[in-house]
């Protein structure tokens, strides 16, 4: 099993990121800076969370047009699963890997905290080791995070089953008063058609570790490397 | 060659930033301002003969990099004489 973290200039989570993805595979993942123009041989491929190239013009823009971006396309379209976190999520969008786009929070604020989450989509390649509909404690750390896209694309994810996690409080319930970015449904995180590809704004590398506090991202990491298996 | 592109948000995008403007402008005695939207100015120097080829130039660059369609439109403006 192979798997690649992208380290872009202003990532501060590959290194987070790399330490779940050990304590679960056993093993070390390659860290590629995003100025390589190629890619060693990856089943799975993480854009972590951070603010590349700070954040300029939009979040995510510059970096969705690093030399390593043409690779990951490539290999996202042969197949390889491909994971994007808060920073990851946003770069993910903007080279359209996603559909939509993330946007200023509505309440104008940084939001750092534990959040409740639902699992919409409990048989995915990223979540199939949670139950249908559990609810999960995430950390979330961002600014734009409100996801957007036009109602068709709502439409769309909504009726495919394509929403992994939604905003919701402890008790399940998923409303504007449980949404705290304004994200159109209270999507947190969304898959693409085929399923080989997920884009998360809250953070499960976060919470793999009980002297850090939470532990249900431990569940996401064990899905997608027994997917890969 | 010099040329502006103005970033807005489509319509019915929501904007955080000029609603919260909006309201700042509100409160410190313009009640009359009621409608504010934020969008970004970009001012770009470009080799080029001619104003067609350069505006291809910069539609292209909107496209790929300055604009997100999914939420923004841009408009291109070559500046005479500079």
């Not at chain 1, 109602?151 to 399940?172: P, T």
Request: glycine share 8%; net charge neutral; proline share 4%.
């Amino acid at each position: 099993m192979e798997i690649s973290v992208i380290v872009f200039p202003g990532s501060n989570c590959d290194r987070d990121i790399a330490v779940s993805l050990k304590k679960f595979s056993k093993k070390n993942p390659k860290m590629v800076w995003h100025k390589e123009s190629s890619l060693p041989k990856s089943d799975l491929i993480v854009l972590p969370g951070g603010f590349s190239y700070g954040d300029y013009l939009r979040c995510g823009s510059m970096a969705a047009n690093s030399p390593i971006m043409s690779e990951i396309i490539k290999n996202a379209e042969s197949g390889a699963y491909i994971i994007g976190i808060c920073n990851g999520f946003q770069i993910l969008t903007e080279t359209n890997l996603l559909p939509g786009t993330l946007i200023r929070n509505k309440e104008l604020s940084f939001i750092c905290k534990n959040l409740s989450l639902k699992v919409e989509n409990s048989e995915s390649n990223f979540t199939h080791k949670y139950s249908d509909k559990e609810i999960i404690q995430i950390p979330v750390a961002h600014n734009e995070g409100n996801y957007f896209a036009d109602q068709k694309i709502i439409d769309n994810i909504e009726d495919k089953n394509l929403i992994a996690f939604r905003y919701c409080n402890q008790n399940g319930e998923v409303n504007d008063k449980t949404n705290p970015n304004g994200s159109k449904n209270n999507i947190a995180g969304i898959i693409n058609e085929k399923g080989n590809i997920l884009g998360m704004m809250p953070h499960p590398e976060r919470a793999t570790d009980k002297t850090a506090g939470l532990t249900d991202g431990e569940k996401f990491f064990i899905s997608i490397l027994e997917s890969i298996q | 060659m010099k040329a502006l592109v103005k970033i807005m948000p489509k319509k019915g995008v929501l904007d955080p930033q000029g609603k919260a403007i909006e309201k700042s402008l509100n409160q410190i005695g313009f009640p009359q301002i009621n409608k504010v939207i934020q969008g970004k100015l970009i001012e770009i120097e470009i080799e080029s003969s001619n104003e067609v080829n350069a505006k291809k130039i910069i539609e292209d660059a909107s496209k790929k990099l300055l604009a997100n369609l999914v939420i923004e439109d841009y408009e291109i403006t070559i500046l005479k004489g500079e």
